[in-house]
Every structure is written in C-alpha cells, then in structure tokens.
C-alpha cells in the first residue's frame, strides 16, 4: 500500500506528465546540484491546474481547517500563485463546503481604475493563508507577508507545493523553520515533502534516482524531522 495520499500521488503524476517534475542533475540559485528539480510555471493547464488546487484544498482542509485553524481570505502572491490561490478557492468551497476569500497582489502599483497593490477580499483584519510553490531563500515568501501585513492582515498559515527539507546556507535550520518561528510552529504546510518523492521513487522501483536523493538529503536534509 502506498505511503501517500491519493492526490499526493495525482498530482506527483501529472507534474512529471508535462515535464514540471524531473530528476536527475540540476544546479539550483544556492550552488548546490540537486537530483530534482520542479517549475511551478509548467502547471498551466486545466486538468493539471485542477490536480494541484485540489491537492492544495485536501492539505487546507486536513492541516488547518480539521484542526480549528480558520482563516478567511486565500492570498497568492504575484504572479505564480494568482491562479493556485484562485483555483484553490473555487475547489475549497465545491469540494469541502469552506468558502473564503481572495486576494493577491500585483508587482506594480496601479495608479488608476482600481488602483493600489492587492486586488481582491479587503485584508484588514483578515486571517489569512498564503499559497506558495516552493520556498528556497525565503525572500518571496517574506515579501508576500509583508504585503498581507501591511493591508492588516493576520497571516496564520503558509501552504506550499513542496518542502524540499534541507538547510539553508547557515547549514542550521530551514526556510520553512524561519518562517514558523515567525507566525507559529506547524503553521507552514505543505502538498509534499521530499521524502514523499523518495518514497514514490522506491514505489516505482527506481534506483538510481532513489539513491541520489537519499544521497542528497543525508547531506542537505534537516536533522530535526
């Protein structure tokens, strides 16, 4: 019986279906050569947008929503995570009966029509989750607090795509431990971690890339999981 869950796996499927999820050698902005790699970017389709929102509301509903963390507004930061946020929204409320709010931003501050920096549910006084793909440094996700936090809301959740559970540079601790000394432990979720890629690896029955990953995590991997 497989260790994951049927929309971890789905979605694992249709990112290597469209080439968003590939292992094999990649040098990342850190410097380090990572044996995968996944672009976000590439999820651009309706059946596969409809794989990640859904994969998106099953972590929102179980992590948070189950465990009396409530929020009412979804953010996705500008641009990658408009759509993820939107999307995610729209399945939150058809598949699990939780409607919330939207709101994202844009990089640009519009000075006519509509004007101003986010667009969307007013975020005074909101709690609010935000969605993200991926956190490496850090630097986007920081960025988008600071907006939510500035139109005064309440960040109570972060929900990423994928923790890829390594160290940062200071070889201590990882982003996703930064960011939760900020706004709580157990306060940042994710779809997947990198040992759901190994173990889907092994269930394949793929050595090689198994290997290096394991590989990769003994040498890069937090210590405290």
């Not at 501050?109 to 975020?123: C, R």
């Not at 969605?131 to 936090?149: C, N, P, Q, W």
């Not at 996703?176 to 306060?187: K, T, W």
């Not at 890069?220 to 999981?225: A, F, R, V």
């Amino acid at each position: 019986m497989s260790s994951l869950q049927p929309y971890q796996t789905a979605l694992i499927d249709a990112s290597m279906s469209v080439g968003a999820l590939k292992f094999g050698s990649f040098v990342l902005k850190s410097g380090r050569t990572s044996p995968y790699f996944i672009n976000a970017g590439l999820l651009n389709t309706g059946p596969i947008l409809a794989t990640l929102s859904t994969a998106y509301a099953h972590t929102i509903e179980s992590r948070f929503w189950s465990v009396g963390v409530q929020f009412d507004v979804l953010f996705g930061p500008a641009y990658k995570a408009i759509p993820f946020a939107s999307t995610t929204a729209m399945v939150l409320h058809t598949g699990f009966n939780i409607d919330v709010g939207l709101a994202y931003d844009r990089k640009e501050v519009k000075d006519h029509g509509e004007g101003g920096k986010v667009i969307g549910v007013p975020l005074n006084g909101k709690r609010v989750v935000i969605l993200d793909d991926v956190m490496t440094s850090g630097k986007a996700i920081r960025e988008a607090m600071d907006t939510v936090e500035s139109q005064g809301g309440k960040i109570v959740g972060v929900v990423q795509l994928l923790d890829r559970e390594e160290v940062g540079r200071d070889c201590t601790s990882s982003t996703v431990q930064e960011i939760e000394s900020i706004i709580g432990v157990g306060r940042v979720q994710s779809i997947l971690k990198m040992k759901d890629l190994v173990s889907w690896l092994e269930e394949q029955g793929t050595v090689n890339e198994t290997v290096a990953m394991k590989g990769y995590r003994d040498k890069y991997g937090i210590k405290s999981n």
